[in-house]
C-alpha cells in the first residue's frame, strides 16, 4: 500500500442525530503508521465520529476514507484491513471466553495464538467462563485481544481501557499497543478515543481535540510540546505588572507567577528576566494540560 494514502481520512463531516448535532464539519487525517489520539469530553462526538468511519453510521454530508476507500461501498475490504473496540463492549452471553475468541477469530484471515495465550494470561482471564458472567474489565479485556490477536493495519479503539484497573490498564498500554505497532513498523495504525490522556502521553504521535462536535486543535505531538510551555517565576517580592497578554493563562501566588504559553515562551521569558526573579523555569506541558488549555474559556 502507498504510504501517500493516509489509513484515515475525514473531510466536512457533519451527523446529527435528530435536531441535535453531533459532528460538525469535521476533518480529520491519520497517516499509516501512527498512534493518533481524539480526545475530547463526554458528548464531544468523538464516538460518533468513530462510527462514519466504520459505516455504522451513515454521514449527513462529508467523506470518510479508510486506505482511500468508502466504508459505505467497499465495507467488507475496509473492515478486513481494521479492528474495533467499542466504548460498550458485548458478547453472545451463553458462549464462553474460549468460544467467543474461536468464534471470532473464525472471520479473520490471520490469528496470533501466541498473542492471545499470552494476553489470557496476563488479563487472567478463565477460558471456560460465560460471556455473562465477566465483569465491564473482564469483558474490555477480551475485546482487546479479539482485536490485537487478527494483527490488522487499523486499530480503532473506543476508550478501550476505561473498564481496566490501573495496573492492568497500564501493562496493556505500554506492552500490547507498544507491540502490535513493533509488529510491522510504519505500517501499523492506531486511532484511540481516551479520556485517560496521561496513560497514552509516550505513544500518541499527533492528535486532534474535540469539542461539541468541533475540531478545536490539530496537532504533532512534539511539535505541541514545543509550542505550549509552562513559564514560572518567583520574586523577592510581589511580582511586577507586566504586560503578559501573550500567555494564554497567568496565575499569581503570593510571589510567583505561572504563565500558559502558546508560542512566544522566548519573549515571555525576556520579559520576566527583565525583573530579576529569584527562578525562573519552562517546561513542556503534557497533553492533558495542553488539552485542559485548549478547552479554557
Same mark, same amino acid.
Given at each position: 500500500?502507498?504510504?501517500?494514502?493516509?489509513?484515515?481520512?475525514?473531510?466536512?463531516?457533519?451527523?446529527?442525530?435528530?435536531?441535535?448535532?453531533?459532528?460538525?464539519?469535521?476533518?480529520?487525517?491519520?497517516?499509516?503508521?501512527?498512534?493518533?489520539?481524539?480526545?475530547?469530553?463526554?458528548?464531544?462526538? /468523538?464516538?460518533?465520529?468513530?462510527?462514519?468511519?466504520?459505516?455504522?453510521?451513515?454521514?449527513?454530508?462529508?467523506?470518510?476514507?479508510?486506505?482511500?476507500?468508502?466504508?459505505?461501498?467497499?465495507?467488507?475490504?475496509?473492515?478486513?484491513?481494521?479492528?474495533?473496540?467499542?466504548?460498550?463492549?458485548?458478547?453472545?452471553?451463553?458462549?464462553?471466553?474460549?468460544? $467467543?475468541?474461536?468464534?471470532?477469530?473464525?472471520?479473520?484471515?490471520?490469528?496470533?495464538? /501466541? !498473542?492471545?495465550?499470552?494476553?489470557?494470561?496476563?488479563?487472567?482471564?478463565?477460558?471456560?467462563?460465560?460471556?455473562?458472567?465477566?465483569? /465491564?474489565?473482564?469483558? $474490555?479485556?477480551?475485546?482487546?485481544?479479539?482485536?490485537?490477536?487478527?494483527?490488522?493495519?487499523?486499530?480503532?479503539?473506543? #476508550?478501550?481501557?476505561? =473498564?481496566?484497573?490501573?495496573?492492568?490498564?497500564?501493562?496493556?498500554?505500554?506492552?500490547?499497543? =507498544?507491540?502490535?505497532?513493533?509488529?510491522? *513498523?510504519?505500517?501499523? !495504525?492506531?486511532?484511540?478515543? !481516551?479520556?485517560?490522556?496521561?496513560?497514552?502521553?509516550?505513544?500518541?504521535? #499527533?492528535?486532534?481535540?474535540? +469539542?461539541?462536535?468541533?475540531?478545536?486543535? !490539530?496537532?504533532?505531538?512534539?511539535?505541541?510540546?514545543?509550542?505550549?510551555?509552562?513559564?514560572?517565576?518567583?520574586?523577592? =517580592?510581589? *511580582?511586577?505588572?507586566?504586560?503578559?497578554?501573550?500567555?494564554?493563562?497567568?496565575?499569581?501566588?503570593?510571589?510567583?507567577?505561572?504563565?500558559?504559553?502558546?508560542? =512566544?515562551?522566548? +519573549?515571555?521569558?525576556?520579559?520576566? #528576566?527583565?525583573?530579576?526573579?529569584?527562578?525562573?523555569?519552562?517546561?513542556?506541558? $503534557?497533553?492533558?494540560?495542553?488539552?485542559?488549555?485548549?478547552?479554557?474559556?
Amino acid at each position: 500500500m502507498s504510504t501517500s494514502v493516509p489509513a484515515i481520512e475525514i473531510e466536512h463531516l457533519q451527523y446529527a442525530y435528530g435536531r441535535a448535532e453531533a459532528v460538525h464539519d469535521m476533518n480529520l487525517r491519520v497517516q499509516s503508521g501512527r498512534c493518533y489520539g481524539l480526545f475530547g469530553r463526554n458528548g464531544a462526538g /468523538k464516538t460518533t465520529t468513530m462510527k462514519c468511519l466504520l459505516n455504522l453510521l451513515r454521514p449527513r454530508s462529508g467523506s470518510v476514507r479508510v486506505f482511500g476507500m468508502d466504508p459505505n461501498k467497499q465495507e467488507v475490504e475496509v473492515k478486513r484491513r481494521l479492528a474495533y473496540v467499542p466504548d460498550q463492549v458485548a458478547f453472545y452471553p451463553w458462549m464462553s471466553v474460549r468460544e $467467543t475468541l474461536d468464534y471470532l477469530a473464525s472471520f479473520r484471515a490471520n490469528w496470533n495464538r /501466541k !498473542t492471545e495465550a499470552d494476553l489470557i494470561e496476563r488479563f487472567r482471564l478463565d477460558p471456560s467462563a460465560r460471556a455473562d458472567s465477566l465483569s /465491564k474489565g473482564q469483558r $474490555t479485556q477480551v475485546a482487546l485481544i479479539a482485536a490485537v490477536c487478527p494483527e490488522t493495519e487499523l486499530l480503532i479503539l473506543d #476508550e478501550p481501557t476505561s =473498564g481496566l484497573d490501573p495496573i492492568v490498564r497500564r501493562e496493556f498500554i505500554e506492552t500490547v499497543i =507498544g507491540a502490535y505497532q513493533e509488529g510491522d *513498523p510504519g505500517n501499523r !495504525t492506531i486511532l484511540v478515543s !481516551t479520556h485517560l490522556i496521561s496513560e497514552f502521553e509516550g505513544l500518541i504521535d #499527533e492528535f486532534t481535540i474535540m +469539542d461539541a462536535g468541533r475540531n478545536v486543535l !490539530t496537532r504533532d505531538a512534539d511539535q505541541a510540546r514545543d509550542r505550549y510551555q509552562k513559564i514560572r517565576a518567583r520574586f523577592a =517580592g510581589t *511580582p511586577p505588572n507586566l504586560d503578559l497578554s501573550a500567555a494564554m493563562s497567568v496565575r499569581r501566588d503570593g510571589r510567583e507567577l505561572e504563565l500558559i504559553a502558546n508560542g =512566544g515562551s522566548a +519573549d515571555l521569558m525576556k520579559r520576566l #528576566e527583565q525583573h530579576h526573579p529569584e527562578s525562573l523555569t519552562v517546561e513542556a506541558l $503534557t497533553l492533558e494540560e495542553i488539552f485542559v488549555a485548549a478547552l479554557q474559556p
